[in-house]
Nanobody, 113 residues
């Protein structure tokens, strides 16, 4: 059974940093397009960052502040978040696309003083 497990969320002050991790099992991670989504209360789920074997893409709202990385040897994707803002508060979801989609359960990130 495919599993995507997020970790690294929590509470951080505005201007702070966090690193999220997503560890994947049971798929050929190296050929999957991996994505981070987020969903704030009352909002639709939105794509934050995507990484394939050859490119990365970011939502305009996080460009210059977030960096998506992957370590194929560890079947893990990361989202390095810096200069966090209260509007970054959301549940963050890991997503893998390899012909079909798989989702993690999500992890809370709260940016608040």
């Amino acid at each position: 059974q495919v599993q995507l497990v997020e970790s690294g969320g929590g509470l951080v002050q505005p201007g702070g940093s966090l690193r999220l991790s997503c560890t994947v099992s049971k798929i050929i991670f190296s050929i999957a397009t991996m994505n981070w989504y987020r969903q704030a209360p009352g909002n639709q789920r939105e794509l934050v960052a995507a990484i394939s074997s050859c490119s990365t893409n970011y939502a305009d709202s996080v460009k210059g502040r977030f960096t998506v990385l992957r370590d194929n040897a560890k079947n893990t994707m990361y989202l390095q978040m810096s200069n966090l803002k209260p509007e970054d508060t959301a549940v963050y979801y890991c997503n893998a696309f390899i012909g079909v989609e798989y989702w993690g359960k999500g992890i809370q990130v709260t940016v608040s003083s």
